[in-house]
Each structure stands twice: as C-alpha cells, then as structure tokens.
C-alpha cells in the first residue's frame, strides 16, 4: 500500500484511465465500418488501433487528429473497405464525444479535494477541451501532445510536465491504465506509479502491452480514490 501523505500532485493519463477510449474507438469505427457493409468485432477494431496508433505516431510529430486520420485510413484497408476522407476526419472528431468510465467524475472530484491533478496526455488541445467538460473537472495542468510535440511513451511528454508542476518529482503520483505509453517510461524516470487496470485480466485491448510493475494497481479510479481519501 502506498502512503498517499507523501505525494502532493496526482498526474493522469486521460484516454483508457478517465476516458473510456475503446468504447470511444470501436463506437466511431464500427459505424464508419457499417456504413461499407463490414462487420468487425470490437476486439479486431481495437487489436488494429494498438499496433496503428503508435506506428503512426512515430517520427515527426503531427496533430492527433491527423494520427487518427491515418488510423481510420489504414484499418479501414485491414478490414476491406475504403475510408473516405470525411469519414476519417468524422472518427478523429469522435474523441470529443468519448465517454467518462461511470466512476471517473466522482472520483476525480473526490481526488481534487486534497490533490492537486494534472493531465499527461497524447492528444489535441482542443480534442480534449471537450473530455475536459464530461469529466467535469478543471484540471490543475494539462499537458498535451500538441504541446511538447511527442507522443508517450517518449520521455519528454513526462519531463515537459514535470517542469511545469514545479514540484519534486517524489511528491507526484502518476495515475494510468496503458503500460506501454505511462507506466514504463514514468517508471524508467523514477515515478511512483498506479496501474488502473480497467481491463482486468482481457488481453488485447487499444495500447500494446508491456512487462512495466506498477508500484500499485487498482481496478478503477473509484478504488484508488477510496484508497488515497477515504
């Protein structure tokens, strides 16, 4: 168990931690995908978007719009059907509309009365203006890809942030449900970290997956919320 007494700041991922984004993604491209007459398991869609994303976010930095611009383009070839240009535009544009995890809004609320929160995450700064209103929190900082101009699991997304807070790097607590993009490179910079492991024990999912320990899981943010306030 952590002692929460020792961390002043909880930073958060945002998509797969607050934002329930598989529910978002497979939403958003499953219709685009009936549209064609293609049926596609949520499983398929969200196996292609986690080998896609992160190639595609590799190298020079573009928008995140863009990047799900060329994931919607390139699972629609996967799966057999052209997508137009304005129905990829239309799946980038879905972000606005993914929805909170039910325990997200409470839980934060909760959190924000005795932490300060910021928000690490790889998206738009516009895009998450609008998740920012259905979490129903204003967060402390946010720090977005469209910042820093890198993707997690770069480091630099994490140390751009940390400038920013302007607190010792002991005293925040980094909050994530992907491995891949949070808990492995906030680890390798010396975090403490929690894993929401909002898929519990289901292998696959929209991050790929990686051997990153946690230095504590829970299996939602209502869970750590009870743990950090009571």
Same mark, same amino acid.
């Given at each position: 168990?952590?002692?929460?007494?020792?961390?002043?700041?909880?930073?958060?991922?945002?998509?797969?931690?607050?934002?329930?984004?598989?529910a978002g993604? +497979?939403?958003?491209? +499953?219709?685009?995908?009936?549209?064609?007459?293609?049926? $596609?398991?949520?499983?398929?869609?969200?196996?292609?978007?986690?080998?896609?994303e992160p190639?595609?976010?590799?190298?020079?930095?573009? !928008?995140?719009? +863009?990047?799900?611009? &060329?994931?919607?383009?390139?699972?629609?070839?996967?799966?057999?059907?052209?997508? +137009?240009?304005?129905?990829?535009?239309?799946?980038?544009?879905?972000?606005?509309?993914?929805?909170?995890?039910?325990?997200?809004?409470?839980?934060?609320?909760? %959190?924000?009365?005795?932490?300060?929160?910021?928000?690490?995450?790889?998206?738009?700064?516009?895009?998450?203006?609008? !998740?920012?209103?259905?979490?129903?929190?204003?967060?402390?900082?946010?720090?977005?890809?469209?910042?820093?101009?890198?993707?997690?699991?770069?480091?630099?997304?994490?140390?751009?942030? &940390?400038?920013?807070?302007?607190v010792p790097?002991?005293?925040? %607590?980094?909050?994530?449900? $992907?491995?891949?993009?949070?808990?492995?490179?906030?680890?390798?910079?010396?975090?403490?970290?929690?894993?929401?492991?909002?898929?519990?024990?289901?292998?696959?999912?929209?991050?790929?997956?990686?051997?990153?320990?946690?230095?504590?899981?829970?299996?939602? %943010?209502?869970?750590?919320?009870?743990?950090?306030?009571?």
């Amino acid at each position: 168990m952590l002692n929460f007494s020792q961390f002043d700041v909880m930073t958060f991922d945002c998509y797969g931690t607050m934002i329930d984004w598989e529910a978002g993604i +497979t939403a958003a491209a +499953t219709a685009i995908a009936a549209g064609h007459d293609i049926l $596609s398991s949520p499983e398929r869609i969200l196996a292609l978007y986690g080998e896609l994303e992160p190639a595609i976010e590799h190298g020079a930095y573009k !928008s995140y719009r +863009t990047v799900l611009e &060329h994931v919607m383009r390139a699972m629609a070839e996967r799966l057999g059907f052209p997508a +137009t240009d304005a129905e990829c535009a239309a799946f980038a544009e879905s972000v606005k509309r993914w929805p909170p995890f039910p325990d997200s809004p409470a839980a934060l609320a909760a %959190l924000h009365a005795r932490f300060k929160l910021g928000v690490i995450s790889n998206v738009d700064d516009d895009l998450f203006v609008e !998740s920012e209103k259905l979490l129903g929190v204003k967060f402390d900082w946010v720090v977005t890809a469209a910042q820093v101009r890198s993707y997690k699991p770069s480091l630099n997304n994490f140390n751009r942030a &940390h400038e920013r807070i302007g607190v010792p790097r002991e005293r925040i %607590l980094h909050v994530a449900q $992907s491995r891949f993009h949070d808990i492995a490179p906030a680890k390798a910079l010396g975090m403490t970290c929690v894993w929401v492991n909002r898929r519990q024990g289901r292998s696959g999912g929209a991050a790929p997956d990686v051997d990153a320990v946690p230095d504590l899981e829970v299996p939602s %943010l209502a869970a750590l919320a009870a743990l950090a306030v009571g």
